[in-house]
């Protein structure tokens, strides 16, 4: 212990480096959730042996970096699929964009250590509101960045999501690790009075999880998630293999069922036919009158009237020219007839993917979006649900739009469920497990099931409460047949949004004032 006090009086900013990349260990894919709590227990520790403001900062950025450069160590994946820039580049781009989150972690580490003074009881509360608000920053500033919240360790314990949301879990995670602190620092009273109410709570959330999750209800509707392996590694210019990613995806999409009268929904991801047009109304020069409903046609082929195929696609925008000027990111519901049922644009674009922010600056230094192209991409007005009809209704959440806590859906017009297509290549190995249980976070926090369909993995049916039903792996060809999961009644998060977790921030942060204020 001598050892380990020495080490922290020492080294402290060191040690926060570390603790935080321990801290990430506990996400997926390494899903080594114990070491979550334990980092934040050991932030305590240091934080309860320093004082000082640029000892703090430095804690506070060492803890942020270390986390987010282990969570993120899919981002130099990217580069390799673009020729804009240097692969190399990615590495840089990693450390760049660590330097610049964890100014999040430092704020919220340091405004706890302020408003707690030098009572250890009061750090507790304090830490765990700072967080909870620094996340919240994190997903709404300069575009928001809401990749993996602290509390995502604990999916499998996240039912207090359904009131509190994400950023609220992660408040409970330091809560909980606070009163093991307080533990294995001998504070038995406090620690105990902490600890074990928050220990029932996550067993109990584990309990109703899992339990209710093996749901036998046989649903009116049947879906196909098609995953055909076509990969950001293919030349997507190359008409053969335009032609062979066509004839996958239908090939994949045939009814295996013909005897099966249900009704059939069929996803296909994001990204697959992006080159073919699917509205009508394009200058003659961009598409020959009544190609798009061709296509449609050839595309539905596979289905019967009463059924609908909901597809990743690409609207086209023109001014009075015309000129083609910008391009939506879009999801199309087309009818098993050929008809177009609706569309979705994507509004949260992803930053430096599909678009470069302050181009005037960081385009002169060679920096440039990852996507290919020159024409730029549109937003989207923002969260809408898509009336199938008999069908239900469906919200849409188009790749990293489904880590947006609170955002994922139209509060005024509550969809069925949600479609969440991807083109998860982007991130490698280590990215797709991780926008998986961000997946599982949303189906949890809305009581919606989250439908996933990517061309290279991971493809997943996730019911309401988080449980991952069916799902193909990574990079491998593969398909889904199974009923589309029922849906529940709206969440206390659900209704809230964002004020849930704001309001459990602030009764946080007036019980650090008090615990501060107190003469213990």
Known sequence: MNFLTRLIDRFPALLALILGGLAALGFAPFSLWPLTPLAVIGLFQILISHQGHKKLLRIGFGFGFGHFFIMLLWIPQPFYFQDAMPVWFGWPALALLCLFLACYPLLAIYSAKWLAGEKPLALIPALAACWAISEMLRATLFTGFAWNPLGIALVDFAYPARWVGSYGLSALLILTAGGFWLL???????????????ILLWSASYVLLSTNGLTLERSATRLTIVQNNMGQDRDWYDPVVIQQNRESLLRLSRDLTPDDLRPRILFWSEGVINSDPLEDGYPSYFAAPNEARAWRKLYTSPLRPGDMLITGGAKFEFDDRPRLVSTRNSVFAIGGDGALIGRYDKFHLVPYGEYLPFEEILGPLGLDKLTEGKVPFTPGPGPR???????????????????????????NDRPDFMFNPSTDDWFGQLGPPQQVEQARLRAIEENLPVIRATPTGISTVIDRFGIVLESIPWHEEGRIDADLPPPGEPTLFSRMGYIAPIALSLILLLIAVALRRSRR
């Open 385 to 411: 649900s898509l009336d199938l009809g008999s069908l239900g209704k469906v919200g849409i959440q188009v790749c990293y739009e489904i880590i947006f806590s609170g955002e994922t859906i139209d509060r």
């Open 184 to 198: 294995l620092s001998r504070n038995w009273k406090p620690g105990l009075l902490l600890s074990l109410p928050l």
